[in-house]
């Protein structure tokens, strides 16, 4: 599976961005897909993850009750709805896909997408 990311941007404390994560293939339903970002000078991080179908999902405590994290099966789609954005959220965001592991850890993933910039200003 390949995974293309889109929909950051600039945008003021407080406001919203919705990204996007299209992948190809016929597997997208295989894999357990999250979003982790990484900022200058600091390490990767998960932000959230969902499960196979999307019963289930999963975020950072940093990110708990601002972003939403969703997929579309049909759409080979995953999504991550930002809101109430600080200026501490700015990174570049990362799609990825997991067979097996640990949901946390971005060395069990399998696949990246490219990346997509966010940027929060005060």
């Known amino acids: 599976v390949q995974l293309q990311a889109s929909g950051g941007g600039l945008v003021q404390a407080g406001g919203s961005l919705r990204l996007s994560c299209a992948t190809s293939?016929?597997?997208?339903?295989?894999?357990?897909m999250s979003w982790f970002r990484q900022a200058p000078g600091k390490e990767r991080e998960f932000v959230a993850g969902?499960?196979?179908?999307?019963?289930?999902?999963f975020y950072a405590d940093s990110v708990k009750a601002r972003f939403a994290i969703s997929r579309d099966n049909a759409k080979n789609t995953v999504y991550l709805q930002m809101n109430s954005l600080k200026p501490e959220d700015t990174a570049v965001y990362y799609c990825?896909?997991?067979?097996?592991?640990?949901?946390?850890?971005?060395?069990?993933?399998?696949?990246w997408g490219q990346g997509t910039q966010v940027t929060v200003s005060s």
């Open positions: 293939g016929r597997t997208f339903s295989t894999y357990v």
């Open positions: 990825a896909a997991l067979r097996g592991g640990s949901v946390y850890v971005a060395e069990s993933y399998d696949r």
């Open positions: 969902i499960s196979l179908r999307g019963g289930s999902q």
